[in-house]
């Protein structure tokens, strides 16, 4: 209780909270600094200080990502959201229901088409936002969908990993999306398309023993986690202290985990060149140009 809530009748009470949204500053869970949302936001979600990268949603990233911010959802298969009437404190059902209102998603994998300097992509976002990005059926069946597109239409296939793994609520159905996706991605390779994952924080669990771990080339986030089991539970099996920033993107890539840390503000670059690499295409410096004035 303040000032505001004992002395003030109720209409100036709500009028002051209308003024006043609750995200208004963001606390960096690395550094403390409070940055205001809309700077967040033009910074592509990575705090000015401590350029710790906070999570971004789905479709914010494919804006960045894509010329001119333009994309295509593609639409994927519908799959039974309770297959086994899961129930603990509240049904299953009913938290999908929650979190598809939260988010917008109808699950936690969002596929897009689109281009990148030019070049046509096919592109997989998770998002951590969605019952943290677990792996269940809807999720399995939108990356297999979205690599079979990039299959018949010949695009690269980039994917942004960020899950806790399988969900729990699926059981095996969930764990059989690991060997599903696996096919999905050697179908890509048979095909001779390149598959680009970029790792996020946190990957895994069973996505990093699936799909995450299978690419072409893995491109991890300033800071991401990125690992099977937690630290913690390592240390408790192993009894021994793991290393300082073990698990860490920038550990990884010193061990051979991971072949790159790219900062958020460099992907589009750097995926762009890689596109290229791989499928032999060559950029287009003018709608490279085109695109940063745009940003700027």
């Not at 710790?52 to 960045?64: D, F, V």
């Not at 300033?222 to 698990?247: D, M, N």
Request: some cysteine; aromatic content about 8%.
């Amino acid at each position: 209780m303040n000032w505001i809530t004992e002395s003030l009748p109720p209409k100036i009470r709500s009028f002051l909270k209308k003024d006043t949204p609750d995200n208004l500053w963001v606390k960096c869970p690395d550094s403390g600094q409070l940055v205001f949302h809309k700077d967040l936001e033009s910074n592509l979600y990575v705090v000015p200080g401590s350029g710790y990268h906070m999570q971004i949603p789905p479709r914010e990233r494919l804006k960045t990502l894509l010329d001119n911010g333009v994309f295509e959802e593609i639409r994927t298969p519908e799959v039974q959201s309770d297959p086994l009437k899961f129930r603990d404190i509240k049904r299953y059902s009913d938290r999908i229901k929650e979190y598809r209102a939260r988010t917008g998603n109808q699950d936690s994998v969002i596929i897009a088409s689109g281009k990148l300097e030019t070049m046509d992509v096919t592109v997989g976002v998770q998002d951590f936002g969605f019952q943290g990005g677990t792996l269940g059926m809807a999720a399995g069946e939108a990356i297999i969908a979205g690599m079979d597109r990039a299959v018949k239409r010949k695009t690269p296939f980039i994917m942004f990993t960020a899950s806790g793994g399988a969900r729990m609520q699926e059981g095996m159905f969930s764990l059989m999306q690991m060997p599903r996706t696996t096919i999905a991605v050697q179908r890509l390779r048979a095909a001779r398309l390149p598959y680009i994952v970029v790792l996020t924080n946190p990957t895994t669990g069973g996505v990093t023993a699936s799909y995450a771990m299978l690419g072409d080339i893995h491109i991890a986030e300033p800071g991401a986690v990125i690992g099977f089991a937690g630290a913690r539970v390592i240390e408790q099996t192993i009894r021994e202290k793991l290393p300082e920033g073990f698990q860490r993107a920038e550990y990884l890539r010193e061990h051979g985990m991971v072949d790159m840390v790219v900062p958020r503000h460099e992907l589009r670059s750097t995926l762009a060149r890689l596109c290229s690499l791989f499928t032999k295409k060559q950029l287009a410096p003018a709608a490279e140009s085109d695109h940063a004035v745009q940003e700027a």
